[in-house]
């Protein structure tokens, strides 16, 4: 049975357990960085009781033997195979051999490749796809593209628990944005990588050697970044390389030729001129991403040079115009661009692309500039964000017609001259199913009255709105995912008599937001940022003629995030199916109803220092009726948080 890497702490009493059986060793694990290391090797065990309660009970025979362990945890799995200490644990890894054996062949290129990203580090799924099929381990076939095959892949090494969700961070979708490599697995996995040379890694005083080589190179944070031992390492088969922390110019080698996937996500100290040499070198670059690289202000022309590029990620950089020789990138399947910055800068590098502000973040979204031409990318699969307004409307709009291959689009720039014009260009995006959408400032009516052309849409995001919603509802059957941000969310739930009146003097709006919600028959998930809520209150229900209707029934995840102090309550019959709901609300606010929430696992609070919130949802959620309690958590900070809304 295999848990979650992220629910070791409920492991570590296991460990814990045995280690007191000496007193002796419990006094060498005083101070809190040895209790920190013993909790790192536990999670390394994968969540597997067996073999923590096994390296637990040796620890307590022989007190000197977890020093030795820790000291060599990086060859922790051939330490159990040939420890004979261990011999309990033969069958496990008889085991682990035959369920590696069984594994399909086109899965194993995938699960050998999962040692790149370090111990305990969120993956996020899109980045793994995308980097599989550069790498050629997804493929097209006659019945499905390689985004659909890299897809089934994660799906299936999920089902083998070999990568499981990271907990919060993962719910951020109808499908999980983020996971993490079971412990034990990756362990198991680098010791056979050993064998086969296939990734190597650099990491804390590596010493010289000529046995450096493999076709996955990881550079990581820890890392002392020594030019001598760095070029004695033979690249001729290199493949990838994938930086973690600092960049140095030496790590751009004319022997990286051959390179197919380059990884500088978070990376920091990259400058352009080591951009340029890199898109001059390394010509056959399949996958390219910069993202969250600040110091990058623009992208070189001769990047128009990476004919076999795929993938280019330049979210969260400074790059706010892309240059015109990206349109001969033909290959190009997935372009991810735009950034955030804080609101409250008056003056900022972007002053010539519309900046609209997060009400709840302090952020806003700046997308990019498209240049003339994006039409002829016709592979692309996903894209955004495109600053609509800034681009040129009519030219970006002609070019958006053109790639009918799109499955995901994000923009910003809409307002009341170009929406109109928007949503008939979208139109001939046939297999659309997400679109995400930032409204000008002082645009807020511009989408009423315009109909929704994509009835396929499963994801649907919208930022900017004033107080109303265009009238979809009927032409949103599909939807399973829902981000809105909305500056005033008026009385909705107001009890209407039989002629349809409402009670004098409370105001109406033409289309109530949450009876809208509610009327989305696949809604699962539902984020919902307001400015302003009318009276600081928010009735999570709908009501007709007086009585409460079932409402919000497939809702599982429920986001709710207040500009100000804010009282949100929750009816007898809505969203029976909720397992988490996240909290982001000024000191002051509170929850009320929880207790008609039968399936809530977890109440997350974000961005909160209100400690009186804290405590009493914790006694609240004490006296809930659900057998097992819902907890309260801390949101753990996004890997890809950058200072807003990071997407993935």
């Known amino acids: 049975m295999l848990s979650s890497p992220l629910q070791l702490n409920k492991k570590w009493p296991l460990i814990a357990v045995e ?12 101070n809190k960085s040895e ?45 159990l195979e040939n420890n004979g200490e261990f011999d309990s644990l033969k069958g496990l890894f008889g085991w682990m051999n035959s369920y590696f054996r069984k594994c399909p062949d086109s899965l194993k290129p995938c699960i050998l490749y999962l040692p790149i990203f370090p111990r305990n580090h969120h993956i996020r799924r899109r980045r793994l796809v995308r980097r599989w099929i550069a790498e050629g381990y997804s493929r097209d076939s006659h019945e499905e593209s390689a985004e659909m095959t890299g897809e089934k892949q994660f799906c299936d090494l999920i089902n083998l628990s070999i990568i499981q969700q990271a907990s919060a ?21 680098v010791s056979r990588q050993m064998e086969e040379n296939l990734v190597f890694e650099l990491r804390g005083s590596c010493a010289l050697t000529t046995q450096r080589t493999g ?17 004695s390492i033979d690249f001729s088969r290199l493949r990838s390389l994938t930086v973690f922390g600092n960049w140095k110019s030496f790590f751009v080698s004319e022997s990286m030729r051959l390179l197919r996937v380059l990884d500088l996500e978070g990376a920091s100290e990259l400058e352009y001129s080591d951009l340029k040499k890199i898109v001059k070198l390394m010509c056959r670059l399949k996958f390219l991403s910069l993202r969250g690289c600040h110091e990058i202000c623009h992208l070189p022309s001769s990047i128009g040079g990476l004919r076999q590029l795929q993938t280019l990620d330049v979210r969260h950089t400074s790059i706010v115009t892309l240059p015109v020789n990206i349109t001969k990138l033909e290959k190009l399947q997935y372009i991810r661009a735009g950034t955030t910055a804080p609101a409250n800068e008056a003056t900022t590098p972007h002053h010539l692309v519309p900046q609209l502000s997060n009400c709840c973040g302090g952020h806003h979204l700046v997308g990019v500039v498209m240049p003339p031409g994006i039409g002829k990318l016709t592979a692309l699969h996903t894209l955004g964000v495109v600053n609509v307004s800034a681009s040129g409307t009519k030219a970006v709009l002609e070019d958006l017609k053109k790639l009918t291959h799109l499955h995901k689009l994000g923009v910003s720039g809409i307002n009341k001259n170009n929406s109109n014009e928007f949503f008939r260009a979208i139109s001939a995006l046939v297999h659309l199913e997400s679109l995400s959408m930032r409204l000008e400032d002082n645009n807020q009516g511009c989408l009423n009255g315009i109909p929704l052309p994509l009835e396929g849409l499963r994801s649907l995001k ?66 919902l940022r307001v400015d302003h809520l009318q009276d600081n209150q928010l009735d999570v229900s709908v009501i007709t003629n007086d009585l409460e209707e079932d409402s919000f029934k497939k809702i599982k995840i429920f986001e709710i995030a207040c500009s100000s102090s804010s009282k949100v309550s929750f009816g007898e019959k809505t969203m029976k199916k909720l397992e988490q709901l996240k909290v982001d609300c000024c000191s002051g606010s509170s929850l009320l109803g929880l207790k008609h929430l039968p399936e809530l696992k977890e109440v997350l609070l974000k961005g909160s220092s209100d400690e009186a919130l804290k405590a009493d949802l914790i006694a609240v959620l004490e006296n809930h009726p659900k057998q097992k309690k819902p907890v309260v958590k801390l949101e753990e900070l996004r890997p890809d948080s950058l200072g807003g809304q990071g997407g993935h």
Not at 65 to 79: P, Q
């Open 19 to 30: 280690l007191r059986e000496s007193s002796c060793l419990m006094s060498k694990v005083s």
């Open 35 to 79: 209790v920190a290391e013993l909790q790192e090797l536990t999670s390394l065990c994968g969540g597997l009781p067996k073999v923590i309660v096994e390296i637990a009970g040796s620890f307590a025979k022989n007190t000197d033997r977890w020093k030795h362990t820790l000291c060599t945890k990086n060859k922790f799995m051939l330490e």
């Open 169 to 189: 961070l993962g719910l951020g979708g109808t499908r999980m944005v983020f996971c993490q490599v079971n412990g034990f697995f990756r362990e198991y996995i």
């Open 215 to 231: 076709r996955h190179l990881v550079i990581l944070e820890s890392w002392v970044r020594d030019r001598i031992v760095f070029e």
């Open 462 to 527: 919208m930022h900017g709105l004033g107080d109303q919603l265009p009238n979809w509802s009927g032409q949103l059957t599909m939807l399973a995912k829902m981000d809105l941000e909305i500056a005033k969310l008026m009385e909705d739930n107001v009890s209407r008599h039989s002629d349809g009146a409402t009670p004098e003097g409370r105001r109406k709006p033409t289309r109530g937001v949450i009876k809208f919600l509610s009327e989305l028959p696949g809604l699962c998930i539902l984020r």
